[in-house]
């Protein structure tokens, strides 16, 4: 049963979550909706263990589609970070505020990343592009994240000042433009840098939440030193350009980890 541990974690994670919320808020919805993701997310997790080659895709479409389709453009809810910042500044703990809190500012204690990995409805797309492994080095463009970060918060600041009515109905816009910009500049950049994955590395604004509190994830890849041969494979396969052979925290590019596994899965020896 041990190696079933981290999908146990998880949905038990995720089902206090959904049990607390439905009760504190006494809304039904936060227990379906954060039972399906945890069951979602669970259910990758074991089928990994289970070596099932396609278990994250399985993950990543089935929270993916449900959070961009179902709670994005059918309940009219800005899930973007443009959206949290609204939530935010009208005082409502609703949406885009419980959905950052629990995905990408307090679950990344535990998870890390796993939010990139598994749930993310433009990565879910941007993974579908021939560049899984970049095929050029990484770039020092981590800058820009900064302002695309900055954009998005005076974006939302300049509404409330200019005191901007049906707030509501520009935030839905927000969240169709916003997505449409995101797929069209990560799949230009992924084509661009052959790097599937550089708009997570270069642009994505939600990392500056995520990379900080990653740093102290407790689930994280590690290496047993007493097994590794140093044949370097781990690293060639890495999406991210982690080196998840040194264990420290501190660790090359440690905390843009997915948890992709795509490390573990290519170790020869088991060593990660
Ligand atoms: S870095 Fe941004 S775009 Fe990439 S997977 Fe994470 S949240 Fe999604
Ligand atoms: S693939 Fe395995 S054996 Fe090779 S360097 Fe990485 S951890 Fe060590
Ligand atoms: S290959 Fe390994 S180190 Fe790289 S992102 Fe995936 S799980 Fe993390």
């Known amino acids: 049963m041990r190696k079933y541990a981290v999908p146990l974690i998880m949905l038990i994670v995720f ?10 808020k006494d809304n039904l919805f936060y227990l379906f909706n954060f039972s399906y993701i945890g069951i979602s997310i669970s259910l990758g997790a074991f089928l990994f263990i289970r070596k099932y080659q396609y278990a994250r895709r399985i993950v990543q479409l089935l929270v993916g589609l449900y959070m961009m389709i179902y709670l994005g ?26 959905h950052y809190a629990v995905a990408k500012i307090f679950g990344p204690l535990i998870f890390g990343r796993g ?28 800058w820009i994240r900064y302002i695309t970060f900055a954009a998005a918060l005076i974006f939302v600041a300049a ?9 509501e109905r520009i935030m839905f816009r927000a969240f169709i433009i916003g997505n449409i ?20 590395k270069y642009l994505c604004p939600v990392t500056v939440f995520l990379k900080p509190m ?10 047993d030193k007493e097994k ?40 020869p020896k088991g060593a990660l």
């Open 15 to 24: 089902e206090t979550v959904a049990v607390v919320l439905w009760q504190t």
């Open 73 to 98: 453009l059918i309940r009219g809810e800005n899930m973007q970070i443009e959206g949290f910042w609204y939530y935010l500044f009208t005082g409502v703990f609703e949406a885009a505020t419980i």
């Open 115 to 142: 939010w990139c990995g598994y749930a993310c409805w433009t990565a879910m797309v941007l993974d579908f592009l021939p560049y899984k492994v970049p095929e050029q080095p990484r770039r020092q463009l981590g």
């Open 159 to 167: 509404l409330f000042l200019a005191h901007v009515g049906n707030m």
């Open 181 to 200: 910009l995101y797929y069209a500049s990560g799949i230009i950049l992924a084509y661009a840098f052959k790097d599937n994955r550089a708009f997570c």
């Open 214 to 223: 990653s740093y102290y994830s407790l689930i994280r890849v590690k290496c």
């Open 228 to 267: 590794c041969i140093s044949c370097g494979k781990c690293r060639r396969v890495c999406p991210m350009n982690v080196d998840m052979t040194d264990n420290s925290r501190k660790r090359e590019n440690g905390t843009e980890c997915i948890l992709c596994m795509e490390c573990v899965k290519n170790c």
